[in-house]
């Protein structure tokens, strides 16, 4: 079983919704975690607007609580998938040499936009990227 780990920001929004969207697309084939670069979040439930757009597509992450990313977490996953291109680029900062060929976008070649502090259409139009965008890893070989 593959083991991913999804990463945004804060843990609050993107990185949950995508981690469940791919453990519910990628079930038997995927062991999906998510984290957060900072901890401001840490041990709170998903943002209410990212809830309200999981529902719409038939996902409940109201389980979930944000966690800051960790150097065992890092090390756990085969792949790591940042939602942003500012997510990635610090994630190669503080990856050692043995996790960089590990990290890589969600979408491939670009960004999960983050919805933080815009109205409720932007989390529902993140929501379906990421939603779309487990196309991209379920049915991969093993790295």
């Not at 190669?92 to 996790?99: F, H, V």
């Not at 491939?108 to 890893?137: R, Y």
């Amino acid at each position: 079983m593959r083991k991913v780990l999804t990463v945004c920001l804060g843990n609050y929004c993107r990185s949950p919704f995508a981690a469940l969207a791919l453990a519910k697309r990628g079930a038997g084939e995927l062991e999906v975690r998510s984290a957060g670069l900072i901890g401001k979040w840490e041990g709170e439930p998903a943002n209410e607007q990212m809830i309200q757009a999981a529902r719409r597509l038939g996902f409940d992450i109201t389980g979930h609580r944000a966690q800051q990313l960790t150097r065992e977490m890092l090390d756990w996953a085969d792949s790591v998938l940042a939602m942003d291109a500012s997510v990635l680029e610090v994630l190669r900062e503080i990856a050692d040499d043995g996790a960089q060929p590990k990290l890589g976008l969600y979408l491939g070649h670009s960004d999960v936009p983050d919805p933080m502090g815009k109205d409720q259409d932007a989390f529902n139009t993140c929501a379906v990227l990421i939603e779309a965008g487990t196309a991209l890893h379920v049915g991969q070989p093993p790295q």
